[in-house]
């Protein structure tokens, strides 16, 4: 079957340094993506990784390992606003997205 | 605003009733996909369209779903016999395809609460 893991709630402090990891087994890859959901709001693109390495936007970066089937989602300066529920999802080899079921991160001050 | 949006926003209706969602898709774009969110989970595909055509749906979903694309631009999703197993939030995304790449953008997400 296809599977992807996040952990399901991680915490971290204003100011500091978060990294999310996500794992996965899927029938084929064509491309990792994190999204970012707020409490009752729809999810957001972040970003989109399909070459091993690092993709850099901002405070954001997000790795991928297609060899380990790993990715993760790094957040620097944290900010309050960066509460929120992070989602990986994996592109099959039918083009579809698998979706992790997100991981929520809760920012103390 | 030129975003993904559906209406309504929320909706609460009574075991048995049939409901309808609307999805205005972003103008430029060629696929609208529909996926059911529940508290603590990802979104769970549905089903999905290019332009007008219907090109896949789950196998988990029921006959009593249903969904449109009548001109391939926006989209209905109806819900027949209503059952409290389908409150959940309702998302559309939609995607321009051009060659391997596509990046879904979603709309606000319709929640549905059966009594």
């Known amino acids: 079957g296809q599977n992807i893991d996040q952990p399901t709630e991680m915490t971290a402090t204003e100011g500091a340094i978060v990294q999310i990891n996500c794992t996965y087994q899927?029938?084929?890859?064509?491309?990792l993506f994190w999204y970012q959901q707020h409490a009752g709001e729809a999810p957001t693109f972040l970003s989109y990784?399909?070459l091993d390495g690092l993709e850099e936007k901002g405070r954001f970066s997000s790795f991928l390992s297609r060899s380990k089937g790993y990715s993760y989602l790094l957040l620097k300066e944290l900010q309050m606003k960066d509460s929120a529920s992070y989602l990986c999802a994996v592109r099959d080899s039918n083009y579809q997205l698998i979706w992790g079921a997100g991981t929520k991160l809760i920012i103390k001050p | 605003d030129t975003g993904v949006s559906q209406d309504p926003r929320h909706k609460i209706t009574k075991r048995g009733q049939n409901v309808t969602f609307r999805c205005d898709p972003i103008s430029e774009h060629n696929r609208l996909y529909w996926y059911r969110q529940t508290l603590g989970q990802g979104p769970e595909f549905l089903t999905y369209f290019q332009n007008e055509a219907q090109l896949e749906k789950s196998r988990l979903l029921s006959d009593r779903f249903s969904a449109e694309r009548p001109k391939g631009s926006f989209s209905t999703l109806e819900i027949q016999r209503t059952e409290q197993g389908d409150s959940a939030m309702y998302l559309c995304a939609s995607s321009l395809v051009s060659g391997d790449q596509e990046t879904q953008y979603f709309g606000p997400g319709t929640r549905l609460l059966v009594l």
């Open positions: 899927t029938s084929g890859f064509n491309g």
């Open positions: 990784n399909v």
